[in-house]
């Protein structure tokens, strides 16, 4: 039997006066620190304060940020990244892009099992520590990073030989042991910033509807670190993409399958890979196809757009319903904001076909692509050395 609507408003209201099931590991961060094991990272005070899921608040960093680059999007979608740097120029932010990080090497951990805790560990401490002394915030671009480093956390935390471990690795290495106050997510940032960033679209995006894939390493893993919304599904959804579209304008797509991982997985892009591409296929294109027919699907996490986008191939050699084109949001917002399709976003990098996306933006793909390759040609041909960013206005 259905409980009846006043049921249902006094339970919402004892749990929304509940203390929260999980602890404050921020609180610990800073009890660690007073014990003498390790510097907090705090967050500067130029910096967006946002709710996560059991109503604590967390501070995301405007600018003088460290951007911790993903492999996978620098690897398979450079576009990815490239938006995200330049969403921080349009706005006029101080950022660093830095040449000592190393890979986070989560693949070991969530994949092949080939490491060890004081390893993983001690990767997460070095590049923490090499953004403590270069003066800048980190900043994650990768999902996978994001909640591996959340899991390193919650480890070091807890254990504290682990933590004299990983300790004496920083000694040797000649790095400070150096935990952040907050461990913050590029989307993140772009939920936090989405306001700023609509002020600045020169395209409408009224007519372009697009399906939200929520990331599972960002909201399911260490889930009370995850940004919610009351305004965004009544909270009971990650609030950091949907938002986003629907700050820039555009238009929600629903479908019941939005909870489902993407078919990624780790070890099933690895060892299943047939697996991976009809989960992606079954359970996430075609849905969407099939309930919201959308434009694009945006996500948040280089293994999602790589596993929604680049799965699409096989579904097309066996004439399954696909074809929807796929951007992360700072692509989306990018394109939004006037930033070049080719140059900056990359969109060439993909596999779907996104062409008829850009000219339902009112982005002009031939005389795009056309600017592309003459600066291919000027290049070549020694007349420059990199791309211009510069946005379609010039």
């Not at 404050?24 to 003498?36: H, L, S």
């Not at 990624?264 to 294109?285: C, Q, Y």
């Not at 951007?327 to 394109?335: C, E, I, V, Y």
């Not at 000219?359 to 041909?381: N, Q, T, Y």
């Amino acid at each position: 039997m259905s409980l009846e609507l006043p049921v249902l408003k006094e339970r919402r209201a004892e749990r929304k006066n509940a203390p929260p099931p999980t602890e404050d590991v921020r609180e610990k961060v800073f009890e660690i620190e007073a014990q003498g094991d390790w510097i907090v990272h705090r967050v500067p005070d130029d910096h967006v304060e946002v709710f996560t899921k059991y109503g604590r608040v967390k501070k995301i960093p405007r600018q003088n940020l460290w951007h911790h680059k993903s492999c996978g999007q620098c690897g398979h979608i450079p576009g990815y990244s490239t938006a995200i740097f330049w969403l921080m120029r349009k706005l006029g932010l101080a950022y660093e892009d830095p040449t000592d990080q190393t890979s986070c090497t989560a693949w070991n951990y969530y994949a092949s099992a080939t490491s060890n805790a004081a390893a993983q560990a001690g990767v997460a401490m070095r590049n923490f520590g090499a953004a403590y002394e270069a003066g800048n915030y980190p900043l994650i671009h990768c999902g996978t990073s994001y909640g591996h480093y959340k899991e390193v956390r919650e480890e070091l935390i807890h254990d504290p030989e682990l933590r004299k471990q990983v300790k004496g690795i920083m000694e040797k290495l000649g790095k400070p042991f150096v935990m952040p106050e907050e461990i913050v997510h590029y989307s993140e940032w772009v939920y936090a910033m989405r306001r700023e960033l609509a002020n600045l679209k020169v395209l409408d995006f009224s007519d372009i509807t697009a399906t939200v894939h929520p990331a599972c390493h960002y909201h399911k893993l260490v889930v009370e670190d995850a940004i919610y919304d009351r305004d965004i599904y009544d909270g009971q959804r990650t609030a950091v993409v949907t938002a986003v579209v629907e700050a820039l304008g555009a238009n929600i797509g629903e479908y019941s399958t939005w909870y489902d991982c993407c078919g990624f997985g780790f070890r099933h892009i690895l060892v299943e890979r047939d697996f991976t591409r009809s989960f992606a296929i079954e359970r996430k294109i075609e849905v969407m196809k099939k309930e919201a027919n959308p434009d694009v699907v945006l996500t948040h996490d280089t293994g999602c757009v790589t596993t929604l986008d680049q799965s699409q191939f096989a579904g097309r050699a066996h004439d399954r319903d696909v074809g929807i084109p796929v951007l992360s949001d700072a692509q989306f917002a990018a394109l939004a904001m006037g930033a070049h399709p080719y140059k900056v976003c990359q969109l060439h990098w993909h596999n779907t076909d996104n062409k008829p996306l850009l000219e339902k933006m009112g982005i002009d793909h031939e005389s795009k692509w056309a600017e592309f390759e003459e600066e291919l040609r000027m290049i070549e041909a020694g007349e420059k050395e990199f791309l211009t960013w510069e946005d379609a206005d010039g």
